[in-house]
């Protein structure tokens, strides 16, 4: 297996080129749909982390202990929800058979006790800005030669990034991977 390898920043005229390389997804097709996002994803991931943390940071800025206090909820909760993931039997058993579950529950969780201190809507400018910004990006932006030949690459395995592990990890890339097994099956066996 490759080692992991963090893609480059991507050029801002690559990154957004003009509105010739946008187009609106076909709803109807939401496989085509995935697709585009995906692969966006893997192509323009240190592009998005770094929207992401500036955009995080200037919420921070606006409102520093709303984000200290939230995130120190949220980092809270999490420690708490892996501890008990581990150490509980039951937990642990849910956590398996359930994780998207799990994950509302810790997330749900953490919405109250911010709530509580008062730092909701710091926190979720901070979290849903970024997202719905990456979101939409990787939902209109057109995809290049580069891009597919980046991702072709990455499903194959011989290059490994941090977005294309959590991908994986979400189950996002798991046919890709089926289908060039599947190729390198049958090309053995001719």
């Given amino acids: 297996m490759a080692r992991v390898e963090v893609t480059p920043l991507r050029p801002w005229d690559d990154f957004f080129p003009g509105w010739d390389r946008f187009a609106k997804p076909d709803m109807k097709d ?17 592009n998005y982390l770094a929207v992401s943390v500036c955009v995080f940071l200037m919420v921070g800025f606006l409102n ?14 999490f420690l708490c929800s892996v501890w008990a993931g581990e150490n ?59 891009n597919k030949l980046e ?5 194959s395995g011989l290059k490994r990034s941090p977005m294309g592990l959590f991908l994986e990890s979400l189950g996002q890339q798991e046919e890709n991977f089926q289908k060039i097994q599947n190729l390198l099956e049958s090309k053995m066996k001719e």
């Avoid at 939401?30 to 240190?46: E, G, M, P």
């Avoid at 520093?64 to 909760?77: D, E, H, I, R």
């Avoid at 991702?151 to 499903?155: A, G, L, S, V």
Wanted: hydrophobic letters at 50%; glycine letters at 4%.
């Fill in 88 to 146: 509980r039997t039951a937990i642990r058993n849910f956590k398996r058979q359930n994780p998207t579950a799990f994950m509302i529950a810790v997330m749900v969780t953490s919405y109250v006790f911010i709530s509580l201190l008062g730092s909701v809507m710091v926190f979720m400018t901070a979290i849903t800005l970024p997202l719905t910004l990456v979101l939409a990006h990787s939902s209109f932006r057109l995809r290049n030669m580069k």
């Fill in 151 to 155: 991702n072709k690459i990455e499903c």
């Fill in 64 to 77: 520093p202990l709303g984000m200290f206090t939230a995130m120190a909820v949220v980092s809270g909760v």
């Fill in 30 to 46: 939401t496989a085509k749909w995935n697709n585009r996002v995906v692969s966006n994803l893997l192509y323009y991931q240190t």
